[in-house]
């Protein structure tokens, strides 16, 4: 499975960002599809995942803030950042777990305060 993380920009705190993940390969072997965020100095952190079957979960620092959702062919997942905070400045990444779990290119998400 092959992952292509965008969206990335710089954006003031109180404002929205949209990532993208598109998945390509044997995406029918994903079962979980999930962002992931490193603040500079920290370690990576889950942020929000989607099951193959539509379930999703946020972290508690993102929850009614952040969606987390995917295309009708479940290979784009997409995660609406709104009211970003400074705190949410991290380089995202997604990821998809299915045989083995997979890695996309992390995209650079910076909130000015």
């Known amino acids: 499975v092959q992952l292509q993380a965008s969206g990335g920009g710089l954006v003031q705190a109180g404002g929205s960002l949209r990532l993208s993940c598109a998945a390509s390969?044997?995406?029918?072997?994903?079962?979980?599809m999930a962002w992931y965020r490193q603040a500079p100095g920290k370690q990576r952190e889950w942020v929000a995942s989607i099951t193959r079957g539509g379930t999703t979960n946020y972290a508690d620092s993102v929850k009614g803030r952040f969606t987390i959702s995917r295309d009708s062919a479940k290979t784009t997942v997409s995660l609406q950042m709104n009211s970003l905070k400074f705190d949410d400045t991290a380089v995202y990444y997604c990821?998809?777990?299915?045989?083995?779990?997979?890695w996309g290119q992390g995209t650079l998400v910076t909130v000015s305060s």
């Open positions: 390969g044997s995406v029918s072997r994903v079962n979980v």
């Open positions: 990821s998809a777990v299915g045989s083995s779990t997979y």
